[in-house]
């Protein structure tokens, strides 16, 4: 049965949550890979709205295994919060484990971050201010405590955090030392004691598990988080998040590695949004920016904070496809575009100042800020598609907007979703059932 990775595509809030909440439904497992409770998974299902942060999308199906796995950061408050609110309305979260080898997000990495983004006063990255930033720096710099450290004999977890506040005494003022609760030695010990009692249920050598599963041949699902231009390789660098959001990272942060992957969706909304800082070349600050903020709801699912709003920019769309080595795209939010009488897909950019065109990403962040989108136009829909579930039964001008998509990324789109739920879904290719539908029909390929 095939493996498959879902990762975000633009800056994040593409819709990942529904697409590994549809295709669930086929699979045995899913892992969610890196990040941490930065990320905000939204799933619609029967009229109720989930919101998952750490926990994988795929935890309303009793059926599939859910793992969060070894590459991401856990807040156990923020994790605990998650898993008594879907106890709370009926799940009984069986299906739920989480990796003795991710890394554990503590209260100092949170304050360690405020600092810095205080500091940084109009040059702030906009975090999410949960902690991510430090507790990867933390893990990189081999400083980090994982979540098997929180079950080591006792006095080697306290000979730990020793090393690690001595590490922090260098990074922050000595009276937050002092004063912040959790960040004593013996506050740390307590919350550290608490957070192994809490987590114990669910925590297991996830690399063993994911291998029994692959070994009896169980469809995984490989959920990320954040998207392909907030990774710390690939994005906009400093403006990204602090891990690997693209399908490497899947496999560094579940333990399987490339050989085993049989696709890769990469989920695109039908427009782009970015949520904090950070250079966007096709943002609109007219009245279509305001449609697709309002008719798309576009407000951080983590922060509430609204997120900004452009044109589809397919010079961004064909990167991701490349260092994602993306099989199909999935294109979200087609339903926002209704009613705009005309679509705009950036195709290239030109440098403000030397008139340069560009095709490709830069890299320079300076040069991103000084380049103009070149748009090619295109006509929109005047109808609503939100009931729509065939490709067929798209209107001509929605399939001739997929297609050119599709053409300008060199990808064929599988799935098309028109609506928050479930079932306001086109699937063309279900990569987890291995079935075509439509799409070749359709022309989208
Ligand atoms: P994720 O972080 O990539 O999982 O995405 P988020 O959950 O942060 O944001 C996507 C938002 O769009 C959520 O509120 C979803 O319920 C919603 N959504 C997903 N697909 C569609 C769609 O096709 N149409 C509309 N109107 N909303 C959608
Ligand atoms: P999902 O998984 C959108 C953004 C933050 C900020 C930058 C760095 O829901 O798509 P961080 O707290 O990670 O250090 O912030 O990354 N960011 C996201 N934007 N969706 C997300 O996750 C994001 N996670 C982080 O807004 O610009
Ligand atoms: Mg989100």
Not at 98 to 119: G, W, Y
Not at 190 to 205: G, I, K, M, S
Not at 242 to 261: E, H, K
């Amino acid at each position: 049965m095939p493996n498959v990775i879902v990762v975000g595509a633009q800056w994040g809030d593409e819709g990942k949550a529904k697409v590994i909440d549809l295709l669930s439904a086929d699979a045995r497992v899913v892992v969610r890979c890196q990040g941490g409770c930065n990320a905000g998974h939204t799933v619609k299902h029967g009229g109720k709205t989930f919101k998952f942060h750490l926990i994988p999308s795929g935890i309303l199906y009793a059926d599939t295994l859910c793992i969060i796995g070894n590459g991401t950061v856990i807040d156990p408050e923020v994790l605990m919060a998650e898993i008594a609110a879907l106890k709370a309305q009926g799940y009984n979260l069986d299906n739920l484990k989480l990796s003795n080898r991710a890394h554990i997000t503590l209260p100092i990495h949170k304050l360690q971050e405020k600092n810095v983004e205080d500091s940084l006063a109009d040059q702030k990255i906009g975090t999410t201010l949960k902690g991510i930033g430090p507790s990867y720096m933390d893990k990189v710099g081999r400083f980090g405590l994982r979540v098997c450290d929180l079950y080591a004999p006792s006095e080697a977890l306290a000979e730990r955090l020793r090393q690690i506040l001595q590490h922090k005494r260098g990074l922050l003022p000595e009276d937050q030392l002092m004063e912040e609760p959790g960040l004593t030695m013996d506050s740390l010990m307590v919350w550290c004691q608490e957070a192994a009692e809490n987590l114990r249920p669910y925590v297991t050598d996830t690399i063993s598990l994911v291998h029994d599963r692959l070994a009896q041949k169980q469809s995984m699902l490989f959920e990320g988080a954040q998207g392909t231009l907030l990774d710390v390789d690939y994005g906009t660098y400093p403006f990204v998040t602090s891990s690997n959001a693209t399908t490497g990272g899947a496999c560094t942060g579940s333990g399987v590695g490339p050989t085993r992957i049989d696709y890769s969706i990469g989920v695109m909304k039908g427009y782009v949004t970015r949520v904090g800082e950070g250079p966007f070349p096709t943002e609109l600050d007219d009245a279509v920016g305001t449609h697709l903020s309002q008719v798309g709801q576009e407000f951080g699912t983590t922060t509430g904070r609204a997120r900004r709003c452009g044109w589809f920019d397919a010079v961004m769309a064909r990167y991701s496809v490349q260092v994602n080595g993306l099989d199909g795209l999935a294109m979200t939010k087609l339903d926002v575009l209704d009613g705009l009488s005309e679509l705009k897909i950036c195709v290239g950019y030109r440098h403000k100042a030397t008139g340069e065109r560009m095709e490709t990403f830069p890299a320079q962040l300076e040069t991103l800020k000084q380049v103009e989108p070149i748009y090619e136009t295109m006509p929109g829909w005047q109808t609503e598609i939100t009931g729509i579930t065939e490709f067929d039964a798209l209107p001509t001008p929605a399939k001739n907007y997929l297609q050119r998509i599709s053409d300008l990324c060199q990808c064929p789109v599988a799935i098309v979703s028109v609506g928050p739920e479930r079932n306001q879904t086109i699937v063309c290719h279900n990569p987890i059932l291995e079935k075509t539908l439509s799409v070749q029909k359709a022309g989208i390929t």
